[in-house]
């Protein structure tokens, strides 16, 4: 997939990102396909999809910062069961001032993320154990298709001291988000299916 064509990918959904972001989504691209080859990283192979449904929607991440108000510059960002990266290094590429960790307990996903900090030319700090076991907090803790909500909200809560975002699917259980005292912001970007992200602001640190 060419440069252009993962530029346009963004352009449609509203992110006009810069030569140097495009150029580390092409590396980032490029190196998970040959990675996945071998090691099975994620069952999306399209490069097109990888673009839309890695990439793209973990930058709808940022716009719920944006939109709820989230400080997240020069805070402490884990990404908790992080797998191939997803959300944090696309955060990081596009939001840059961001202190990155990345949560993951298999082995070949943490070689992975350490080969892509290199790369891509970033810093962050790869976590390769379970989450479970991390004995420090981070400003804000997110995290990706990890599981059920009623078992990963308590989880990213003991992480965090400001805020947790959990990014969901577009089936989700309003009673339980009630009941733990999340709310929820409604994903819309041009290319996706809508989507939720849970969100909840915990007390100062």
């Not at 943490?110 to 970033?122: I, N, P, T």
């Amino acid at each position: 997939m060419r440069a252009e064509d993962i530029r346009s990918v963004f352009s449609r959904a509203g992110f006009d990102l810069p030569e140097e972001d495009i150029n580390r989504f092409a590396v980032y691209l490029e190196e998970l396909k040959r990675w996945n080859r071998v090691h099975n990283l994620t069952a999306v192979e399209e490069d097109e999809e990888i673009v839309r449904r890695h990439f793209l929607d973990s930058l709808s991440l940022a716009r719920c910062f944006e939109y709820i108000g989230a400080a997240w510059k020069g805070k402490d960002v884990v990404d908790v069961g992080s797998g191939a990266g997803f959300p944090g290094v696309p955060i990081k590429i596009y939001l840059k001032d961001i202190n990155l960790y990345l949560i993951e307990s298999v082995g070949k996903k943490c070689s992975f993320l350490e080969f892509l900090k290199v790369r891509l030319g970033l810093s962050w700090t790869v976590l390769c154990q379970r989450a479970q076991s991390v004995d420090r907090k981070f400003h804000i803790a997110v995290s990706r298709a990890l599981g059920k909500f009623e078992e990963i909200a308590p989880l990213l809560e003991d992480l965090a001291t400001e805020w947790v975002f959990i990014m969901k699917g577009r089936e989700i259980d309003w009673d339980s988000i009630e009941r733990f005292g999340y709310e929820a912001y409604e994903v819309r970007l041009e290319g996706l299916p809508k989507s939720y992200i849970l969100w909840k602001r915990l007390g100062l640190s």
